[in-house]
Structures are given as structure tokens and as C-alpha cells.
């Protein structure tokens, strides 16, 4: 099943840190709000990193 990795722009502080540890290129920043965003979720391995580096725990995915 095609995996759903949600934002939570309320809380997200636009560190770009799930950027970097997500090797998928999953997650990125967008220009326009600053914050991050969710591409190509197919790529997505739910490997889960970049939870784990999310202190504002913005990311959740299922
Ligand atoms: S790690 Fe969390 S707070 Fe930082 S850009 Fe990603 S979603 Fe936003």
C-alpha cells in the first residue's frame, strides 16, 4: 500500500533536518512557506528518520 507522510505545517519550524536524512527525497522544503513538504510518496520505506529527527514531532506517517 502506497505509504501517507503528513506535515503538520502548525508545528513544523522548517529546520530541514528531515530533508537531509531522508535518502528517498521524499521531504523538501517549500519555497514559498518555508517549510517542509512531501514528493514522490512512493519512495517513501517508512524507515521512519526523519520522525526520529523531528523534535517538534511535525511528521507522521502510516
Ligand atoms: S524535521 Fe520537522 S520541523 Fe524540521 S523541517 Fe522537517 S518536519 Fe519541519
Redo the contacts with the bound molecule.
Sequence with gaps: MKPVVL??TT?????????EVCKNGV?Y?NDFTG??KVRNVENCDKNGA?IK???????KIS
Design positions: 506535515i503538520n508545528l513544523c519550524t522548517g529546520c530541514q533536518k528531515c530533508v521531504l522544503i517549510l517542509a526523519c529527527v523531528c523534535a517538534p514531532k511535525a511528521i
